[in-house]
């Protein structure tokens, strides 16, 4: 089956400046990964998603990023704010209508 | 995003009763249904897979006699939880594919945090 891995685990970073987040997979079959943001006590909320038919798919500070060949993918937050503090955690999937396989989290602190 | 509902949104039990957690889709019709489990400071682990007039289907490890889950509308998937033990104690999410202005995705809810005495 799939196995998502993800780095760093922690990542603190000061405010305005980017975040990178990175994710590796194991089943070439996946096509699908999303990246969901889970606030303390709350379910996760997606935030941006990619297709394997894109290298590249950006919705304002964020960007996300998949290298097919090498089975990675990565999620870019710029100018960052207090309020991009949560835990990140990637997914991957054969399509959006399947289950997912989470990577372990990365708890993201923006610090004023 | 479409939007999916839990309920509870908490629930405290004592051990070995039954506990039914509710995950509606809104504004939208599920076929399937996905029921994930989250322990403190840990990733999301798929539970099973709920297919709404069939039968759901259990990840290796999760045993369908003690997570029952029936799904017998297009919007509502129930998890229960039977015989509840302390160490069931976790934060049981679900999520829902749509499709979207010809686009798939898939929501989650809002989670239900289970504590057992």
């Known amino acids: 089956g799939e196995n998502v891995e993800q780095h760093p685990s922690t990542l603190s970073v000061q405010e305005g400046d980017s975040a990178v987040i990175k994710c590796t997979y194991s089943d070439s079959a996946s096509n699908y990964f999303p990246w969901y943001k889970q606030e303390l006590g709350k379910g996760p909320q997606l935030i941006i998603d990619?297709?394997?038919?894109?290298g590249e798919k950006k919705d304002q500070r964020i960007a996300v990023t998949l290298n097919k060949t090498a089975k990675h993918f990565s999620l870019h937050i710029t100018e960052t704010q207090p309020e991009d503090s949560a835990v990140y955690f990637c997914a991957a999937s054969i399509n959006a209508g399947n289950m997912l396989t989470f990577g372990g989290g990365t708890r993201l602190m923006v610090k004023p | 995003g479409a939007v999916v509902s839990q309920h509870p949104s908490w629930v405290i039990c004592k051990s070995g009763t039954s506990v039914k957690i509710e995950c509606r889709s809104l504004?939208?019709?599920?076929?399937?249904m996905f029921w994930y489990r989250q322990f403190p400071k840990q990733s999301l682990m798929l539970m099973a897979t709920s297919n709404e007039g069939s039968k759901a289907t259990y990840e290796q490890g999760v045993e369908k006699d003690k997570f029952l889950i029936n799904h017998a509308s297009l919007t509502l998937s129930t998890l229960t939880v039977t015989s509840a033990h302390p160490e069931d104690s976790s934060f049981y999410i679900c999520s829902a594919p749509t499709r979207q202005e010809g686009t798939d995705t898939q929501y989650f809810g809002p989670g239900t945090r289970l504590t057992v005495l």
């Open positions: 504004d939208f019709q599920a076929t399937t």
């Open positions: 990619i297709r394997s038919n894109v």
